[in-house]
């Protein structure tokens, strides 16, 4: 589903990524972990297309994302790829069912079906109480719940965490651990993750190492 193959990353002289290939099936739940400074956002990012490599490809199925123009790739990542933050970036002004919508209505879908599937994923996320609430009136776990739905709404082929229970206490974190495989088991989604919370990098199907801006 997912081939990233020989990728490199500098700023200036510091080489951050060094021929980097990984590969991910659709439905695995993969970790990255590493050391602080070992390229685990970067790589995370690059994934993500929010980043560009320096050289190597990133292939989504039988799409290389590093050949797109800016505005193909914003299309691109809008309908294939979500991403959960450890700071969640709501928007305050917001509800959190509108924070969900947005990605929908970018994608140019109509107010009423991205609502509808807003609200469904609200409510699997055992959140859609708070669906009118704006994020300054949510808890932390649930705040991030909504990062997750808002990640989910237009049904992408890989969802990106980076630290999404970095935030989070023990117990809040351990809810949000599980929640990713039921996402995985009900939504079929491919789910790469950061963190360096052992005991979600163990949870994974596999582990990546990085050390170095190397896979070991």
């Keep these: 589903m997912l081939t990233v193959s020989h990728i490199n990353k500098s700023y200036g002289s510091l080489q951050v990524l060094s021929d980097v290939s990984l590969s991910i099936k659709q439905g695995e739940l993969v970790s990255i972990v590493g050391a602080s400074g070992a390229g685990k956002t970067t790589l995370l990012q690059i994934i993500g297309t929010l980043d560009r490599p320096d050289s190597g490809s990133i292939c989504y199925d039988d799409v290389d994302v590093t050949q797109l123009r800016d505005r193909e790739l914003a299309r691109f990542r809008n309908s294939h790829i979500g991403f959960v933050f ?4 709501l928007l305050p002004e917001f509800t959190a069912l509108e924070n969900v919508c947005m990605p929908a209505f970018i994608q140019g879908r109509s107010a009423d079906e991205a609502r509808a599937e807003a609200m469904q994923l609200l409510k699997f996320l055992n959140v859609d109480g708070r669906a009118e609430h704006k994020p300054s009136q949510l808890s932390g776990g649930e705040q ?8 989910l709404i237009n049904r992408p082929a890989v969802v990106l965490a980076d630290e999404p229970s970095g935030n989070l206490d023990s117990r809040h974190a351990r809810e949000l651990h599980q929640l990713f ?27 990546i190492i990085l050390k170095d801006g190397k896979n070991v």
């Design 86 to 89: 450890q700071f969640h970036n």
């Design 144 to 151: 991030q719940r909504v990062a997750v739905a808002r990640a």
């Design 181 to 207: 495989f039921s996402l995985r088991e009900q939504y079929k989604q491919s789910f790469i993750i950061v963190t360096h919370n052992e005991e979600l990098a163990d949870m994974a199907d596999r582990k």
